[in-house]
T-cell receptor, first 112, second 114 residues
Framework: DSGVTQTPKHLITATGQRVTLRCSPRSGDLSVYWYQQSLDQGLQFLIQYYNGEERAKGNILERFSAQQFPDLHSELNLSSLELGDSALYFC???????????FGQGTRLTVV | AQSVTQPDIHITVSEGASLELRCNYSYGATPYLFWYVQSPGQGLQLLLKYFSGDTLVQGIKGFEAEFKRSQSSFNLRKPSVHWSDAAEYFCAFYGSSNTGKLIFGQGTTLQVKP
C-alpha cells in the first residue's frame, strides 16, 4: 500500500458527461501529480500541484481541470467526455518535486 | 528534448535466469532516475531511485540498477528472476529543475517462463 488513495476505482459513464476523480496523498506529501495511462499513449503527465498551487502542466486537455484543496487532497475533473478519454488515471504524491513519487491504484474510466 | 527510451517492449526470461532491462534517457544534466513496476490492474510501485552518489543502487525485491553517465543509461538488473516478477517495468526521471514532471518510458513487459 503506497498510502495514496484514489476513488473511485472504476467509473463507467457516457460520452458528453462530466466526472470527478479524487485523490488523497500520503500523509505529509505536499505535491500531487495526475497521470493518464492508455495503451496507445503510455503514461502521460497531466498536471502537478504543490501545496495548493499549480506547479507544472503537461498534456492536459482544456476539458480537464484539477485542483488541490487546503487539506491537500486533489480532484481531477473531466468534462465533455469522449470515447478516447477512456484510460487509467493515476494520482501520485511526493514530499516535493525531485523526491520519489508514490502512486495510487488508479481510477479506470470507461466512456461508452 | 527530454525523453526516456526503453528499447525492449517485451522480454521473456526463464525463471531463475538473470534479467537486465534497458533504459536510456535524454537530458542535459544528471537527472533523478527511477524504476517502477506495475502488475496487471495495479498502480505503480517504486523499485529504486538514483539521485547522486554511488552509481549502483539497490532496490526492493532484489533489484538493482546502475547509472552510467557516459551512456545516459540506467539499466535494471536482477540476478535470478521469480515468476512473481512478471509485470510491466517503467523507467522514469525528473527533467526540468523547476517542475515535478516525471517523464516515463514506454515500459517493458516482462514475461517469466516456468
Amino acid at each position: 500500500d503506497s498510502g495514496v488513495t484514489q476513488t473511485p476505482k472504476h467509473l463507467i459513464t457516457a460520452t458528453g458527461q462530466r466526472v470527478t476523480l479524487r485523490c488523497s496523498p500520503r500523509s505529509g506529501d505536499l505535491s500531487v501529480y495526475w497521470y493518464q495511462q492508455s495503451l496507445d499513449q503510455g503514461l502521460q503527465f497531466l498536471i502537478q500541484y504543490y501545496n495548493g498551487e499549480e506547479r507544472a502542466k503537461g498534456n492536459i486537455l482544456e476539458r480537464f481541470s484539477a485542483q488541490q484543496f487546503p487539506d491537500l487532497h486533489s480532484e481531477l475533473n473531466l468534462s465533455s467526455l469522449e470515447l478516447g478519454d477512456s484510460a487509467l488515471y493515476f494520482c501520485a504524491s511526493s514530499v516535493n518535486w525531485g523526491t520519489e513519487a508514490f502512486f495510487g491504484q488508479g481510477t479506470r474510466l470507461t466512456v461508452v | 528534448a527530454q525523453s526516456v527510451t526503453q528499447p525492449d517492449i517485451h522480454i521473456t526470461v526463464s525463471e531463475g535466469a538473470s534479467l537486465e532491462l534497458r533504459c536510456n534517457y535524454s537530458y542535459g544534466a544528471t537527472p533523478y532516475l527511477f524504476w517502477y513496476v506495475q502488475s496487471p490492474g495495479q498502480g505503480l510501485q517504486l523499485l529504486l531511485k538514483y539521485f547522486s552518489g554511488d552509481t549502483l543502487v539497490q532496490g526492493i525485491k532484489g533489484f538493482e540498477a546502475e547509472f552510467k553517465r557516459s551512456q545516459s543509461s540506467f539499466n535494471l538488473r536482477k540476478p535470478s528472476v521469480h515468476w512473481s516478477d512478471a509485470a510491466e517495468y517503467f523507467c522514469a526521471f525528473y527533467g526540468s529543475s523547476n517542475t515535478g514532471k516525471l517523464i516515463f518510458g514506454q515500459g517493458t513487459t516482462l514475461q517469466v517462463k516456468p
